[in-house]
């Protein structure tokens, strides 16, 4: 397995073919420029939702999973088989069916995924090696099989040291999409469109960041390194695992949690995206105060998060003004964290959208 790369960069070819960095702060798949698509960090999931958890008294997981299932089901559909790639790849041979899901899930940095046995139209069972989430990985799979056979499918899997082997079959009977399911595909595809609704008028004030010449990718991405191998994406000055995946699933399960609860959950996510981030700092490459926050700035853009279009700073005082920002809770959070880390003191954070997809996000000492 091995992904080809630019001569000049050396990012992945498949992510300049297969996505659109735009001008106005985005990055979308071109094969369905509504899917909006972001790379964070491999452990800030588990890391929300246990928080979540503690403060709520909520059991996540099942919320996850119906997310997850929901997720996989809309990528699969828009991204990968879709039109009539659907109906080729049910006569293709299904090693060369697996191999495509091999090649996606390194460059999204999910793990390392190996054909072990399969039975056309019967049992398939692969191993993954160093999965992100193996849940995640299990509902992958189990909506690939779906859609290549065209028919459900029961899902087992169990740990051998430190790889896991999955094993799907077909299920006994045809069964339809519970309610419950119906409903996390409808709060996924609203949540969708929300981040999908962007400003393509909005340019920053200066020039931005700089793009390699030969494959038009960003500059501050060659901060990550694919690691085929490993099937994940490394941060090369601090080794954190990254992942590169839609911006919607957390946005759909944080609706469905508040309305679960009856509680707003703007201000916990900020707080513990910026607790995540203190006991994880981001790493950079510049000294100097106003250097890390236009090193911030420009990754915030290559990244996905959106565009920004003024920063200004000074001894306890930062702000910032975005354009079609991705998660405003969460890039607050973010920014705190970088603050707090040159401060050396806490402080507080107040954002507020200045105009439709503007957001003037200000942080100061305490």
């Known amino acids: 397995m091995s992904l080809s790369r630019c001569r000049r960069c050396g990012l992945p ?18 094969s369905d420029p509504t899917s909006r698509m972001v790379f964070f960090e491999a452990s800030y999931y588990p890391f929300l939702w246990s928080e979540l958890e503690s403060r709520l008294g909520v059991n996540i997981t099942e919320l996850y999973v119906r997310g997850q299932k929901a997720s996989v089901h809309e990528y699969l559909e828009r991204n990968v088989l879709y039109g009539w790639r659907r109906l080729l790849v049910r006569s293709l041979p299904y090693a060369s069916v697996i191999q495509r899901v091999v090649d996606e899930m390194a460059l999204f940095g999910f793990g390392r995924l190996r054909l072990e046995d399969f039975h056309r139209h019967g049992m398939v069972v692969v191993r993954v090696a160093n999965p992100f989430d193996i849940i995640s990985i299990v509902w992958g799979a189990k909506g690939f099989y779906e ?32 309610e419950l399911d119906r409903k996390a595909l409808q709060r996924l595809r609203e949540a969708k469109r929300e981040l999908a609704e962007v400003r393509e008028d909005i340019r920053p004030a200066g020039a931005g960041y700089a793009s390699c010449p030969s494959c038009g990718l960003p500059s501050p991405l060659t901060v990550l390194e694919w690691r085929e191998e490993d099937g994940a994406i490394y941060h090369r000055l601090n080794g954190e695992r990254y992942i590169f995946s839609t911006g919607y699933v957390l946005l759909s399960i944080i609706k469905e949690l508040e309305e679960m609860t009856g509680h707003e959950l703007e201000k916990d996510l900020m707080e513990i995206t910026r607790n995540y981030h203190l006991k994880n700092p981001p790493a950079f490459s510049a000294r100097s105060e106003g250097e890390v926050y236009r090193e911030m700035a420009e990754r915030l853009t290559a990244f996905g998060y959106g565009i ?49 997809h503007i957001l003037r996000l200000e942080v100061r000492t305490t």
């Open 13 to 30: 070819r498949r992510l300049s073919r297969r996505y659109v960095w735009r001008a106005s702060g985005t990055v979308t798949s071109r």
């Open 147 to 178: 859609l290549v056979e065209g028919k459900p499918a029961r899902m087992a899997w169990f740990q051998e040291g430190e790889e896991y082997l999955l094993t799907a079959v077909p299920a006994s009977e045809e069964r339809e999409i519970g």
């Open 308 to 356: 920004p279009l003024e920063l200004t700073y000074g001894t306890g005082h930062l702000e910032m003004v975005l354009g079609n920002p991705c998660h405003p809770p969460r890039l607050a959070g973010y920014v705190a964290s970088v603050f707090e880390s040159l401060e050396e003191r806490e402080s507080e954070v107040t954002y507020q959208f200045l105009e439709n």
